[in-house]
């Protein structure tokens, strides 16, 4: 990596949970970081925490005009993290198709948008990193396009790195287990969900964003110069065990309604 300039970061998803707590421990070691969002108002809040020289952006992963003006704006980056992402529940054969859709447009769909523009103006020495789930390897009934979506998102980081290699760019995706985020936070409602998520790994405790911030940031610094076309699962051990039953949960929580 050349280290004769400030790096330079673009985090999409930026404004809240892994996105955010990722900006802020990248911002920590000096690179300066666009918190890219589709909550453009958000982003420009964590700019403006993060202090002079960050900078903010509204985007939408499913709209490639979006993604393309956001990087090129920009210009050359050094980092680009993928952190857009949400999920839906219900079962295959209730589930209507525009709601599949959705899934994988922001979470697949959306994962190439970004590596896409963000791979055009990656320098050599650069880094992609996606945000894959645990979901992408363990399957959970109820969450068809969510697992689909990221499965599919663990293949494409391969694709890219292979693809970009060549001119010195790396691609690596993360693939978190449980994390309480604002994306878990209804999930997390549920009466025994996070008891089971915790049964689920061999540590015994849910993640947090910092661990996932802490990943994201070794995948992109020099000391991973030669890792790529890794998913690396980061879930207290959780891909060991087997998904928790979020279907059953729920049915028991309407149940007592
Ligand atoms: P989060 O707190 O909801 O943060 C995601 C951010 O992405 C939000 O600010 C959201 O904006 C933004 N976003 C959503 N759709 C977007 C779009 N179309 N274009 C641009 N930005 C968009 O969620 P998180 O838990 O940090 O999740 C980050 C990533 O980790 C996701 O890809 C998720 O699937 C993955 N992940 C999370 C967990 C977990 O347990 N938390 C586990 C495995 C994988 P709005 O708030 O405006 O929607």
Redesign the pocket.
């Known amino acids: 990596m050349d280290s004769s300039h400030e790096r330079v970061a673009v985090i999409?998803?930026g404004?809240?949970?892994?996105?955010w707590a990722t900006a802020q421990t990248l911002a920590a070691q000096g690179v300066q970081i666009t918190v890219?969002?589709?909550?453009g108002d958000?982003a420009a809040v964590r700019a403006a925490e993060l202090g002079e020289g960050h900078r903010a952006a509204q985007?939408?992963?499913?709209d490639e005009d979006s993604v393309q003006r956001l990087f090129d704006d920009v210009g050359p980056i050094d980092i680009a993290v993928n952190?857009?992402?949400?999920?839906n529940v219900g079962l295959i054969t209730d589930m209507p198709v525009a709601e599949f859709r959705a899934v994988i447009d922001?979470?697949l769909n959306?994962a190439f948008i970004v590596a896409k523009h963000a791979g055009r103006h990656l320098r050599a020495g650069g880094s992609l990193v996606q945000?894959?789930?645990?979901?992408g390897r363990q399957p959970a009934a109820g969450m068809s396009a969510?697992c689909a979506a990221?499965a599919g998102l663990s293949m494409l980081t391969q694709v890219a790195a292979l693809e970009m290699g060549a001119r010195g760019v790396r691609v690596n995706a993360v693939?978190?287990?449980?994390?309480?985020?604002?994306?878990?936070a209804a999930a997390a409602s549920v009466p025994g969900v996070v008891e089971d998520y915790v049964d689920n790994t061999a540590i015994g405790r849910p993640?947090t964003?910092q661990d996932i911030a802490d990943a994201v940031a070794y995948l992109c610094s020099p000391a991973a110069s030669w890792l790529t076309g890794e998913v690396l699962d980061l879930n207290g051990g959780a891909h060991l065990k087997r998904y928790p039953d979020i279907m059953g949960h729920v049915n028991r929580l309407m149940e007592q309604a």
Do not use: E, Q, W
């Open positions: 999409v998803g404004a809240s949970g892994i996105g890219a969002d589709l909550n958000g985007v939408d992963v499913v952190c857009a992402g949400f999920s922001v979470c959306g945000i894959s789930s645990l979901n969510y990221k693939a978190p287990g449980f994390v309480h985020t604002p994306l878990t993640g964003p």
